[in-house]
């Protein structure tokens, strides 16, 4: 079973930077497509941004686009987003997830997720 732990969310300012990482269990991490997913209260989930297996292709949903940056550390079975800019907007609880399918999923693997939340 794939367990996904994320870590570093928390309670920055309008303009600030939080980086995200996401620990992943099991001897497999780097046959996972990763994601990183969001949902504030009363909105459905955002697809944020997604990394292949071998970190070389990379997708971002349009509200984040040159503002967040996936990464991942196949040797540490870590994934990062790093988020620059953030923007009050960007509130909301970040989910890490993995699938063994296409970068576009569907994922299959969720973390509990972590609180982010941008004062104006």
């Known amino acids: 079973q794939v367990q996904l732990v994320e870590s570093g969310g928390g309670l920055v300012q309008a303009g600030g930077s939080l980086r995200l990482s996401c620990a992943v269990s099991g001897r497999t991490f780097a046959t996972y497509t990763m994601g990183w997913f969001r949902q504030a209260p009363g909105k459905e989930r955002e697809f944020v941004a997604a990394i292949s297996r071998n970190g070389n292709t990379v997708y971002y949903g349009d509200s984040v686009k040159g503002r967040f940056s996936i990464s991942r550390d196949n040797a540490n079975n870590t994934v990062f987003l790093q988020m620059n800019s953030l923007k009050p907007e960007d509130t909301a609880v970040y989910y890490c997830?993995?699938?063994?399918?296409?970068?576009?999923?569907?994922?299959?693997?969720w973390g509990q997720g972590t609180q982010v939340t941008v004062s104006s």
């Open positions: 997830a993995a699938t063994n399918r296409l970068i576009m999923g569907p994922y299959d693997y």
